[in-house]
């Protein structure tokens, strides 16, 4: 193992979306690639946006990918427990150093006099900070006396803001968007530790960055913001940063802005990988696995969104891109979603799988249908529908014919078909089905065939009254191949029931 030491670190506020899962497979592929090692850990300190079941949503969802942490709360690790919840010992002593150290301070400011303050500046159109500029002006360790700041600890609410310096600029460096300099005075001095005993993000992502020697920070363009604050945080501990890289927005398919669920809904396609159950509501939102995309092509869409290999190869595997990715081939610009492509590589990769492998997905289908096949005749649907597949599903809903007899016949070809004159044409196909020694595709060919011309009828014709009778449409594969698989009995069944259609109509 190298010292390579990255990490996803989600907040359990909700589902894990998909702009949260391509986070956390550029961190595993730049693991794998630097033989390092990738940890999950938890960062559930914001009980107030605690989401109960966000936790198992998210590991498996990585687990459904293929994406395996090597540390993790449920895996453990050297530098466990990998939940912050279980880690609230630490960052109050941290937050305390600071203090001592003067890089941060005691503030009893009440949210009601913030709110005031704010107003009253905001109404000049000034935005607020509590910063370098104000804060001398505010309730603080800074601005009140020894004695007063002491009595205060001791009978009011307060936080550990971290205290911007004075110094002109910091300056932040990112793998994928190289330098930059800010001016500190524009900068809030944030919270760093809440007065509910409970540490920010800041200050808590920071000590478990460096307490689990994490190399390389890998997470969303968001926190881009906040990276100077981070900055001045490794600076203020005395602690060597790690290397920062921040991933692209993915953006919606049309418009601007950051890919949202109600995107998903209105152009139909999932935005979480798994389903998700509002614990609120009860509202089912189906995931990528259930809308049947293999994990194998989310894996593939997410590697594309935001990354690209400086080739035309579009395919690549999970075990591909752990040695085809490198941070230096992560692109700066949004990343636009397509949901047609996403589709396009569900095709490909279905059309890669075994026959097999694909009778058994469009069997579980079948069994909540109550539609059970043997499952040699499932492979054989599979073979005969599986190139126009997009998705497993579509097999069963282009391939219906092959379950269960047509309950109606498409309206245009039945008004043009099923007319009087087709009446003895399908009794007499009835009894040339029921008479036939042997019911294979080539003999129904052959003998069919043989049968129509012996007759001096259209070829074309009276295949199309035998495929809409069968399918109940004028669509499938070769019509004797339906007919062979469904079998002589619902054959005749079939042509029965079209038999007193005609009749009746
Ligand atoms: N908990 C943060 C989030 O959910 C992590 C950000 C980071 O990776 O530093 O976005």
New binding site residues.
Partial sequence: MSDVRV?????P?GPLHIG?LR?ALYNYLFARKNRGAFVLRI?DTDRNRFVPGSEDHISEALEWCGIQPDESPMKGGDFKPYRQSERMHLYADYAERLVVAGYAYYAFDTQEALTARRRAVESKAVPFTYGVKNRMELQNSLSLGATEVARRKETDPYVIRFKMPERNTVVTRDLIRGKSEIDCALLDDKILYKSDGMPT?HLA?VVD?HLMQISH????A??LPSLSL?QLLYEAFGWKAPEFAHLPLIVKPVGQGKLSKRDGDRYGFPVYPLEWQDPQTGKRTAGYRESGYFPESLVNILALLGWNPGTTQERFSLAELETAFSLERVNKSSATFDPGKAVWFNHQYLQEKSDAVLARDLAAILKTKNLEKPLGFVERVVSLTRMRADFVRDMFEGGIYFFAAPDSYEKKAAQRIFKPEALPILQSLEREFARMSEFSREALAQQIENWIRSRGLGLGRVKSLLRLSLVGALQGPGLFEIAALIGRAECLTRLQRAISFVVRH
């Fill in positions: 990490r996803f670190a989600p907040s506020t949260g986070t960062e993000y992502h960055d920070v890998i997470r969303g968001e926190w981070h």
